[in-house]
C-alpha cells in the first residue's frame, strides 16, 4: 500500500460524511521531496479543503512552498524574477531536469492560488 493511499484512508475514516462533524485536519509539511508538494496540492485540493501547514527552514519542499508564498500575491501569482529563481532552487534541490522543475513549479503555482489556506511556521534554530 502506497504512502497515498494510507493518508486517503486515514482521511476517509476521519470524515465520516453524514455525521454532522468530523475530526479537524491539518496537512503538516516538514522538509519533504517533490511528493510532498503534490501531497499538499492535493489537500488544498480536497473538499472541504484541508489546511497546510508548513515548517519554514526544514528544507526542501517546505522552503519551496514558503518561498512562493513569501513572494505570492493574492491570487497566487508571482513575478518572473522569483519565478525563474524558484525553477532554479527545485532544480538543485531534487536534482531535477528543467522539464521536471517546471512540472513541481505548476505545483506549487498551483498550491499559491489557495494560499488563504497556508500558514507558515518559521523554525528557529538555537
Known sequence: MSYGS???RVKG???VPGLGQGVPLVCLIVEGGPNVISIALESLRDEPPIPVV??????????????????SEDGGLVNDDVRDQLLVTIQKTFNYS??????????VMECMKKRELEQMLQLQTS
Request: hydrophobic residues 40%; aromatic residues 6%; positive net charge.
Open 54 to 71: 508548513i515548517c519554514d527552514g526544514s528544507g526542501r519542499a517546505s522552503d519551496i512552498i514558503s518561498f512562493a508564498h513569501k513572494f
Open 13 to 15: 475514516c476521519l470524515c
Open 6 to 8: 494510507k493518508t486517503a
Open 98 to 107: 528543467k522539464s521536471q522543475s517546471q512540472q513541481i513549479l505548476l505545483m
